[in-house]
């Protein structure tokens, strides 16, 4: 498969009023086109600074990161983030708030009419066809999140870049979501880099879990790849013993390796 994304080396050291910390070292790892990595470990482990490292919100302290061949260096419409909190304009209607990215991204490349195309598609992905002229205020939280994943993906990112985006949602939200990104991602072949503390969510989705080591300097300590066969129905899974398996590996690192490593630091 062709490497899309790959992070190189990377390191990360923020100055503090007691010093310097050092959050992320020698962190490195290619990412295919069309692949869906899950980053998990526990809170402090840089997740979601490898995460905005990627996005360019952060710049590396060491190392580099290559999207495509070019260095990231800064925020790009080829890298969409979508957060635990949707960050909808308040003001702005379903409509409104997927316009405002489809215009940044596309003006001067669509006609007004493709651009309205193309947000209603999107929407259509997410299954908020019905909901396009309602404000943040009337819809329910996994609604707002279904809209902040068809913003992003309205942008058409090269990366999407997922930071627990399903984390604030009740159970069965979360399992409606999750199928909904299944779908996008089986339909449009989305590169897919997503953070969660969730194991079963990871096994679930991923294509590869990475699994990181408890900061400071926190760094990669595992990747598994998950070779559960696509698509992917939770009910089968629950009596899959390969998921049961594959699902036992993270929570091994998770809870006892994480712990060797702690011990022999």
């Keep these: 498969m062709k490497t899309l994304l790959e992070i190189s080396n990377v390191g990360m050291t923020f ?6 910390f050092t959050a992320l070292k020698e962190v490195s790892l290619k990412i295919a086109e069309g692949e869906f990595v899950s980053l998990i ?13 990627v996005g360019g919100l952060l710049q590396a302290s060491s190392g580099g990161i290559i999207l495509e061949g070019k260095e990231v260096s800064e925020p790009g419409p080829e890298r969409a983030i979508v957060f635990q909190n949707h960050s909808l304009l308040p003001w702005l209607t379903v409509w409104e708030n997927v316009e405002l990215a ?3 991204v596309f003006r001067g490349k669509k006609s007004r009419a493709e651009m309205s195309e193309w947000i209603a598609h999107n929407l259509d992905l997410v299954h908020m066809g019905h909901a396009l002229h309602k404000r943040p205020s009337e819809i329910s939280g996994g609604m707002k999140q279904r809209v902040g994943i068809a913003r992003a993906l309205a942008m058409q990112p090269r990366v999407l870049l997922m930071d627990e985006p399903f984390g604030a949602l009740d159970a069965l939200t979360r399992a409606h ?11 449009l072949n989305s590169t897919v880099i997503m953070i969660t503390h969730d194991v079963d969510e990871a096994v ?22 998950i070779d559960l066969a696509r698509p992917r129905h939770r009910l089968d899974l ?24 702690e011990a022999g630091a």
């Design 102 to 104: 489809v215009r940044t």
């Design 238 to 261: 629950a009596d899959d013993p390969h998921y049961t398996q594959l699902r036992h590996s993270v929570l091994q690192f998770l809870y006892e390796k994480q712990s060797h490593i």
């Design 204 to 225: 679930l989705l991923s294509d590869r879990i990475v699994m990181m080591t408890n900061g400071p300097s926190a760094t990669i300590g595992e990747i598994l790849a």
């Design 41 to 53: 470990g526990h809170s402090g482990c840089g997740k979601s600074t490898v995460l905005n490292l």
């Design 177 to 187: 979501l999750q199928d909904t990104l299944m779908e996008i991602q089986r339909d």
């Design 15 to 20: 100055n503090t009023a007691s010093g310097s």
